[in-house]
T-cell receptor
Framework: QKEVEQDPGPLSVPEGAIVSLNCTYS??????FMWYRQYSRKGPELLMYTYSSGNKEDGRFTAQVDKSSKYISLFIRDSQPSDSATYLCAVSTQGGSEKLVFGKGTKLTVNP | GAVVSQHPSRVICKSGTSVKIECRSL??????MFWYRQFPKQSLMLMAT?????????EQGVEKDKFLINHASLTLSTLTVTSAHPEDSSFYICSASAASYEQYFGPGTRLTVT
């Protein structure tokens, strides 16, 4: 069983749609959870960082963590064509500045 | 946010030669730098972690004699792929951390070995 599972998609939605991206992880030692956005041929960019169960909101983005089921989600409201990218979840046992374990990434296309 | 650069952005080399990739933190001092490798349609896989002035810590399955990492200063780490082979062709990405909660990623280097 992989440490982090993420459906690679691809996922295609119309502009304005609500997007739901999800990951599961297997090790309860992971306590820090991140979502990165990666445009083609570029390095990942941090979108959201959480370390507790519950929701965290930042603009159109909401990160949700359920430690009891080892499930993390990223919701994008009012999706825009500029949101088209690959979204990677990442987990860590010691914090976002330490060793990260990434999911495969979900490729999202938002169609105008 | 903090800026991390990588050089070169793309490199093509012949099988058997060595290639050096530089990773620089431009506006902060990075106590820790990480090197990742990403194959097409795959996730980022951590290769090694390096702290300034110390030997790098390699992940299981990564050959330390093939992937030489040097972290000589708080703003520069280098990855040298020695005796490169076509199977080493990949996207290499570094990240840098200044003991905050975030790793800042470089733009990546695409290596093609012919």
């Amino acid at each position: 069983q992989k440490e982090v599972e993420q459906d690679p998609g691809p996922l295609s939605v119309p502009e304005g749609a609500i997007v739901s991206l999800n990951c599961t992880y297997s090790n309860s030692a992971f306590q820090y959870f991140m979502w990165y956005r990666q445009y083609s041929r570029k390095g990942p960019e941090l979108l959201m960082y959480t370390y507790s169960s519950g929701n965290k909101e930042d603009g159109r983005f909401t990160a949700q963590v359920d430690k009891s089921s080892k499930y993390i989600s990223l919701f994008i409201r009012d999706s825009q064509p500029s949101d088209s990218a690959t979204y990677l979840c990442a987990v860590s046992t010691q914090g976002g500045s330490e060793k990260l374990v990434f999911g495969k990434g979900t490729k999202l296309t938002v169609n105008p | 946010g903090a800026v991390v650069s990588q050089h070169p952005s793309r490199v093509i080399c012949k099988s058997g030669t060595s290639v050096k990739i530089e990773c620089r933190s431009l506006d902060f001092q990075a106590t820790t730098m990480f090197w990742y490798r990403q194959f097409p349609k795959q996730s980022l896989m951590l290769m090694a972690t390096s702290n300034e002035g110390s030997k790098a810590t390699y992940e299981q399955g990564v050959e330390k004699d093939k992937f030489l990492i040097n972290h000589a200063s708080l703003t520069l780490s280098t990855l040298t792929v020695t005796s490169a082979h076509p199977e080493d062709s990949s996207f290499y990405i570094c990240s840098a951390s200044a003991a905050s909660y975030e790793q800042y990623f470089g733009p990546g280097t695409r290596l093609t070995v012919t």
